[in-house]
């Protein structure tokens, strides 16, 4: 039976969480959590998502759940599986949630050593674009042009000079078991890939777009139309890759436009038409490059 | 079953304990407090597509309950903190924001006349 909001577990196992408002981290977590259940394992390093959760004695995880060094959450995922296993215990999910910031920066190195060793762990990105529990400082995954208070938007540098790190692709070029792109705007899409991520053994990967009210400049209400709108416009894609072939899961026939998109957002409101056509014209060539990698 | 409240709250050293874990899903702080408007959900427009349910970042609108309704749901107002996604999210206009201030005002009047009465 397919998961969906009736099927889905009834229970909250992220419940109580000192979160913003609005936060699209937390969703994405609660809903990854309910999927999975109570059997879950998580392992939170540094980050937004560990500082809301735990804050003795108020403890918002239903389930085991531990905070990592902010380097080290894929070491710990293959630590806990190994600890499982010694134990005989093998019916459970060993799954890490780490942010934008803890994977693309600070964590890669263990997270390409938990792939390149196929330990059986999930690891899931909640990428929200900056370092957003230390106030927004920008990461690797942060876009071109974003305001950060480390890319602050000058008269001569307009915010992020960087492009976003392509983060799937790179941990596809493991020839990772299952690797996936998501939305907390598509949460439907998003709970099949966390299903088909947790049927499937060895390392999995999801990634998944969660904005953040906060960090980005809108208001607490528009994070899900904002992670709809970023996939709508292009400048997010959903996607999978699986036994070394990529799939499009949505390819909108039309984009719509990028500067509605923008323009919602306090981060990118200095930006100049100059901009925002680097912006659109990064977006056609990524698009280019992920139909080659589908069609290859 | 949804996450509740707890009565006890370790307050001295020798009530902590003394590994590094502790039980999970432990609530002692409601988020009420964080709230300055809160959803209402109107039972008559509420079609029970479960979207709010769904999207709600705090999890806390639930369903199939005895004060909700078979197939509607209703909000727990100890954890909702009034961010509004619910309230975007509904297709149907089943939710509205209200004012937390005159929301708690008519909850205190109710419960005044309720004595008298």
Known sequence: MSLNARTLSEEEFFYGHKACAGCGGALAVRIALKVLGERAFAILPAGCMSAVGFNFPQLCFGNNAIISTFAGTASMLTGVRAGLQAQGITDCYVVGFAGDG??????????????????????????????????????????????????????????????????????????????????????????????????????????????????????????????????????????????????????????????????????????????????????????????????? | MKPYLRDFIPRTLSELPEDTSYEAGYLVTKNAGWRSIRPVINPEKCVGCLQCYLYCPDGVIYKWNEDAGRGKVAVDYDFCKGCGICRRICKTGAISMVDEKQALAQEASQERSGQHG
């Open chain 1, 102 to 296: 803890g994977t693309a920066d600070i964590g890669l190195q263990a997270l390409s050593g938990a792939i390149d060793r196929d330990d059986d762990v999930l690891y899931i990105c909640y990428d929200n674009e900056a370092y957003m529990n230390t106030g927004i400082q920008k990461s690797s995954l942060t876009p071109f042009g974003a305001r950060t208070t480390t890319t602050p938007a000058g008269q001569r540098i307009r915010g992020n000079i960087r492009p976003k790190k392509n983060m799937f692709e790179i941990v596809a070029s493991h020839n990772i078991p299952y690797a996936a792109t998501a939305s907390i705007g598509y949460l439907q899409d998003f709970i099949n890939k966390v299903d088909k991520a947790s049927r499937i053994r060895g390392t999995r990967y999801i990634h998944v777009i969660a904005p953040c009210p906060t960090g980005w400049g809108i208001a607490v209400d528009e994070t899900v139309d904002i992670a709809r709108e970023v996939v709508d416009c292009g400048l997010w894609y959903l996607a999978e890759y699986e036994q070394g072939h990529y799939t499009l899961n949505r390819r909108p026939s039309e984009f719509t436009e990028i500067t509605h998109y923008l323009s919602r957002q306090s981060r990118f409101r200095h930006l100049t038409q100059e901009d925002v056509e680097v912006i659109q014209r990064s977006r056609d060539d990524k698009w280019k490059q992920l139909e080659a990698l589908q069609n290859r």
